[in-house]
């Protein structure tokens, strides 16, 4: 494995990632009303409605000192578990598209906003690939992995779609990274945690990440990946539950 990042200085060694994720997100944002609606979008559109509404009135009532009323069973199912027929996922993915529309409301239309949701997952999953494949190889590598990360037809297109497919994408790949990382040292088995936390909080199939990583990390790092299952059965969840 090279490691050239020990010499950059910290603008040379973020200036590429950073200019990769904001390009990506104005690659999605330019091109957002190019896509027709998808089957799933206007139910989750909702949903993350009805989910910051719940924390919005929550901080108001924290304020006023009496959150009785917003932790009722009533609210919190009204709020978090509105259409389970239509909304069968966990909120991670809604939320952020939720915040996106709040961020991008003044520039863009409701619709548009709303779905530089997965654009932010999309933009993380080709940042990602840029810093894992710069570790293993160098620069030029990364640099050509994330443009065709970029340029995929399928890919490019399901960034502008506010659905769970290419969150739980974009976090399966991080948690892989993270997992990777891991095994040399402990701080990265603690992102770890908080990754695949973030995953289980977008869509259920994240259950099925660890699988091929323990298999992969018990064959060749036998000793080095005890950090790595701590964080994955006691940190995780925790995350999980907390979305």
Not at 40 to 69: C, V
Request: some cysteine.
């Amino acid at each position: 494995m090279m490691d050239s990042s020990v010499s950059e200085s910290p603008v040379a060694r973020w200036s590429v990632p950073i200019a990769l994720f904001f390009t990506v997100l104005l690659l999605v944002g330019l091109t957002a009303k190019d896509y027709g609606v998808a089957w799933d979008e206007p139910p989750y559109f909702y949903a993350s409605h009805l989910h910051l509404k719940w924390i919005i009135d929550l901080g108001g009532a924290l304020a006023t000192g009496d959150i009785r009323q917003n932790l009722s069973d009533q609210n919190i199912k009204a709020a978090w578990h509105w259409n389970p027929y239509n909304v069968p996922h966990p909120p991670f993915s809604r939320l952020i598209s939720g915040i996106a529309k709040l961020v991008f409301d003044p520039v863009l239309d409701k619709f548009s906003a709303y779905r530089m949701g997965p654009a932010f997952f999309f933009g993380l999953l080709v940042t990602v690939m840029y810093l894992w494949m710069k570790e293993l190889f160098d620069r030029a590598t990364g640099l050509f992995s994330a443009l065709v990360l970029i340029l995929t037809p399928n890919l490019f297109g399901y960034a502008h779609l506010a659905v769970t497919d290419l969150p739980l994408a974009s976090m399966w790949f991080l948690t892989t990274y993270c997992f990777w990382k891991g095994l040399h040292h402990w701080k990265w088995s603690v992102v770890l945690g908080l990754a695949w936390g973030l995953a289980l909080a977008t869509k259920f199939p994240a259950l099925l990440i660890p699988l091929p990583l323990i298999l992969w990390a018990h064959v060749f790092h036998r000793d080095k990946y005890a950090n790595n299952i701590l964080a994955l059965l006691f940190l995780a969840p925790v995350f999980m539950v907390a979305v």
